[in-house]
């Protein structure tokens, strides 16, 4: 039986936090499974500069190429939000190690659990039965395009660029994830103002042409945003760039009521990067109040993508859905109706839908 090689880094701020009850549920799904699953540990971002004076070590990378998933938590630290000259920064390591591992692909689930309707500041009637799948592209666009400073700093640029094979090969994973739900797919861009746009709708609309059974819009960027808002149920699967990605996925936060409880996966052809949405939150970091249930749900997608193990994926996100059913919530997604009493810290809510996971599993066996 294959031993899966499974790396955890915790990253800045509440990543440790989070991510401990992540690889707990990890670990809990090997028990009950009985899979073989093997852990390290490596340093990314703020932690490893200041232990290496490096954001990716080459430590981190040699394990990194070396395992069959990363479990990741949290980048991100105050000094260099405060002081934005500072050349060697946090962020820098996440993007390196996404480029050596060729991770081109993020997969945003923005799923709204019933629970929480009243957890977002968007009226429940507009959210209710929300279920969107993101695909953002992840190696192109302005993050890596040219980049410099001219005119003796005075004028900036960043230069948006696309090839066509990083467009095909993003919009075949999404139109083949359409295929398992709705079979929507709405690809988002400004080709009425960018060049590298109009490339990635001609792309878009040659790719669609395998997959006749899928249908195919395209949406504007400053329209989706307002969409995504006033109607978010016409989503199925959407498919866009890193830039108008990264914000669109931003403000769907919005729809599952609170950043806290969105997980993402990012993925190529080898290893996979399955990391919670939300910060570092330094602000919150060592008090024991984070939510681990992203991190949780990151598990979910990383036991369904990199290893295949849907059964044991929809035990996890079984197991937090009935955790919230039972009442159960962190600080920030309870209202005013939730009971003191539950309202849990970080321990404590990982402790309790590790006890739920593992009722689920043994009334799989029981059933079965």
């Given at each position: 039986?294959?031993?899966?090689?499974?790396?955890?880094?915790?990253g800045?701020?509440?990543?440790n936090?989070?991510?401990?009850?992540?690889?707990?549920?990890?670990?809990?799904?090997?028990?009950?499974?009985?899979?073989?699953?093997?852990?390290?540990?490596?340093?990314?971002?703020?932690?490893?500069i200041?232990?290496?004076?490096s954001?990716?070590?080459?430590?981190?990378?040699?394990?990194?190429?070396?395992?069959?998933?990363?479990?990741?938590?949290?980048?991100g630290?105050?000094?260099?939000?405060?002081?934005?000259?500072?050349?060697?920064?946090?962020?820098q390591?996440?993007?390196?190690?996404?480029?050596?591992?060729?991770?081109?692909?993020?997969?945003?689930?923005?799923?709204?659990?019933?629970?929480?309707?009243?957890?977002?500041?968007?009226?429940?009637?507009?959210?209710?039965?929300?279920?969107?799948?993101?695909?953002?592209?992840?190696?192109?666009?302005?993050?890596?395009?040219?980049?410099?400073?001219?005119?003796?700093?005075?004028?900036?640029?960043?230069?948006?660029?696309?090839?066509?094979?990083?467009?095909e090969?993003?919009?075949?994973?999404?139109?083949?994830?359409?295929?398992?739900?709705?079979?929507?797919?709405?690809?988002?861009?400004?080709?009425?103002?960018?060049?590298?746009?109009?490339?990635?709708?001609?792309?878009?609309?040659?790719?669609?042409?395998?997959?006749?059974?899928?249908?195919?819009?395209?949406?504007?960027?400053?329209?989706?945003?307002?969409?995504?808002?006033?109607?978010?149920?016409?989503?199925?699967?959407?498919?866009?760039?890193?830039?108008?990605?990264?914000?669109?996925?931003?403000?769907?936060?919005?729809?599952?009521?609170?950043?806290?409880?969105?997980?993402?996966?990012?993925?190529?052809?080898?290893?996979?990067?399955?990391?919670?949405?939300?910060?570092?939150?330094?602000?919150?970091?060592?008090?024991?109040?984070?939510?681990?249930?992203?991190?949780?749900?990151?598990?979910?997608l990383?036991?369904?993508?990199?290893?295949?193990?849907?059964?044991?994926a929809?035990?996890?996100?079984?197991a937090?859905?009935?955790?919230?059913?039972?009442?159960?919530?962190?600080?920030?997604?309870?209202?005013?109706?939730?009971?003191?009493?539950?309202?849990?810290?970080?321990?404590?809510?990982?402790?309790?839908?590790?006890?739920?996971?593992?009722?689920?599993?043994?009334?799989?066996?029981?059933?079965?």
């Amino acid at each position: 039986m294959k031993q899966y090689q499974i790396l955890v880094i915790g990253g800045d701020g509440i990543g440790n936090e989070v991510t401990a009850w992540g690889k707990r549920v990890l670990e809990e799904i090997g028990s009950l499974y009985e899979h073989p699953f093997a852990f390290d540990t490596a340093l990314l971002g703020h932690a490893a500069i200041e232990a290496t004076g490096s954001p990716l070590p080459e430590e981190t990378l040699r394990k990194a190429h070396g395992s069959d998933a990363i479990l990741f938590g949290a980048i991100g630290h105050p000094k260099y939000d405060n002081d934005p000259s500072l050349k060697v920064r946090p962020e820098q390591g996440l993007l390196g190690l996404r480029k050596a591992l060729g991770l081109y692909t993020n997969i945003r689930p923005i799923k709204l659990f019933d629970e929480l309707l009243n957890a977002s500041s968007i009226k429940p009637e507009i959210l209710k039965g929300a279920d969107i799948l993101f695909f953002r592209e992840l190696t192109g666009d302005v993050y890596f395009g040219e980049k410099a400073r001219k005119d003796e700093g005075k004028t900036a640029y960043d230069v948006m660029i696309y090839s066509k094979y990083e467009v095909e090969r993003i919009a075949h994973k999404a139109f083949q994830a359409a295929r398992r739900r709705r079979k929507i797919v709405h690809s988002v861009d400004k080709a009425n103002v960018l060049e590298s746009s109009r490339l990635w709708r001609e792309t878009v609309n040659e790719v669609a042409m395998q997959y006749p059974d899928v249908e195919l819009h395209h949406q504007f960027i400053d329209s989706a945003a307002m969409l995504l808002i006033k109607n978010p149920r016409m989503f199925d699967v959407i498919l866009t760039g890193n830039l108008f990605g990264d914000i669109l996925t931003d403000e769907a936060s919005q729809i599952a009521g609170s950043m806290g409880m969105l997980a993402s996966a990012s993925i190529g052809d080898s290893t996979g990067f399955y990391e919670p949405i939300h910060g570092s939150a330094p602000d919150i970091a060592g008090k024991g109040i984070a939510n681990p249930l992203a991190s949780i749900l990151s598990v979910a997608l990383l036991l369904e993508y990199s290893f295949g193990m849907k059964k044991e994926a929809e035990s996890v996100v079984e197991a937090v859905e009935k955790t919230l059913k039972e009442g159960y919530r962190t600080i920030d997604i309870a209202d005013n109706n939730t009971p003191k009493e539950k309202i849990l810290g970080t321990k404590a809510m990982g402790e309790q839908v590790i006890k739920i996971l593992q009722k689920i599993v043994v009334n799989e066996v029981v059933e079965a």
